[in-house]
Nanobody
Framework: QVQLVESGGGLVQAGDSLRLSCAAS????????MGWFRQAPGKERELVAT????????DYADSVKGRSTISRDNAKNTVYLQMNSLKPEDTAVYYC??????????????????WGQGTQVTVSS
């Protein structure tokens, strides 16, 4: 049973930074792409960033590019999302996710079979 547990969300002011963490268990973490997605009230779930199994390849949404960094520690079965210069429009529930297939390296959320419970990030202006 794959389990993903996010942490690190909170209430911050515009311009602040946060680091989200996602601890994975239940399968060989290092074989799979990991992703961060977010969903704001009344909006569709959207990609934030993905990282390949080795960490050698990353992909970011245009809205966070240059302000966020995704990374992973395969020894700790953990993926991180460092977010800087936060904006009120970054307010959302942030989810960690991983695909069912070790060969999937894309950004389509429908290909991600396993999801965490989410962590709330609220950015005040």
């Amino acid at each position: 049973q794959v389990q993903l547990v996010e942490s690190g969300g909170g209430l911050v002011q515009a311009g602040d930074s946060l680091r989200l963490s996602c601890a994975a268990s239940g399968r060989t973490f290092r074989r799979y792409t990991m992703g961060w997605f977010r969903q704001a009230p009344g909006k569709e779930r959207e990609l934030v960033a993905t990282i390949s199994w080795s960490g050698g390849s990353t992909d970011y949404a245009d809205s966070v590019k240059g302000r966020s960094t995704i990374s992973r520690d395969n020894a700790k079965n953990t993926v991180y999302l460092q977010m800087n210069s936060l904006k009120p429009e970054d307010t959302a529930v942030y989810y960690c996710a991983t695909p069912n297939s070790p060969y999937y390296t894309g950004r389509d959320p429908t290909e991600f079979a396993y999801w965490g419970q989410g962590t709330q990030v609220t950015v005040s202006s």
